[in-house]
């Protein structure tokens, strides 16, 4: 009885820890070419562009984030981390990005009510955020791209925390330049 009990604590034991092996993690690695895009969005300081794609950024590192949902506590925290440090991001070279669900005239009062000011992308059927492993319907998962000036992917944050994440994708940038 007692190597019965045992045999199944080490096969459920084995079936726990499997569940991490299981787990699919769709998102481009690092040293991957960066997916292609071409998304509608807005940009305050930009007001007559209203489509964007990853070759408007060729030559320059890009900050890429996608997240759920505009006006939400976390989404709008991590935005404003980003807006605060773009000035900082342009130091080493690197544009923002930030891409979710929602249509451009709801990034246009985000950007306006919250202060926002780099580019919110459009990605209403989560085509691009797939691409990048960061859809789950309805919305775009909290994931984070580092795109170097070559295209390719140079770092990625996944599922991240909105507090003080655009800090740490600065700290790296630092690093890999």
């Known amino acids: 009885m007692r190597n019965l009990v045992i045999s199944f604590l080490i096969s459920f034991s084995l079936f726990i820890n499997c569940n991490s092996v299981l787990a699919f993690d769709f998102a481009p690695e690092a040293g991957d070419i ?3 895009f071409q998304l509608e969005g807005f940009n305050k300081n930009i007001k007559t562009k209203t489509i964007w794609k990853l070759s408007d950024f060729q030559g320059k590192w890009l ?3 996608f ?3 505009d006006f939400t506590a976390g989404c709008t925290l991590e935005a404003k981390g980003f807006s605060e440090l ?3 991001f342009l130091k080493y ?3 923002i990005i930030g891409i979710s669900a929602d249509n451009k ?3 246009e009062s985000f950007c306006s009510a919250k202060t926002i000011n780099y580019t ?3 990605d209403p059927d989560g085509i691009i955020s797939d691409k990048y492993g960061s859809w789950i319907p309805p919305f775009s998962d909290r994931n984070t791209f580092l795109i170097s000036p070559e295209g390719k992917i140079s770092y990625r944050w996944i599922s991240v925390l909105p507090i003080n994440h655009a800090k740490e994708v600065l700290n790296v940038l630092k690093k890999v330049i």
């Open 93 to 95: 070279n690197a544009e």
């Open 34 to 36: 960066a997916p292609n």
């Open 67 to 69: 997240y759920p949902k």
């Open 63 to 65: 900050v890429m984030y």
């Open 86 to 88: 773009k000035n900082d």
């Open 105 to 107: 005239d709801s990034h």
């Open 120 to 122: 919110l992308l459009s």
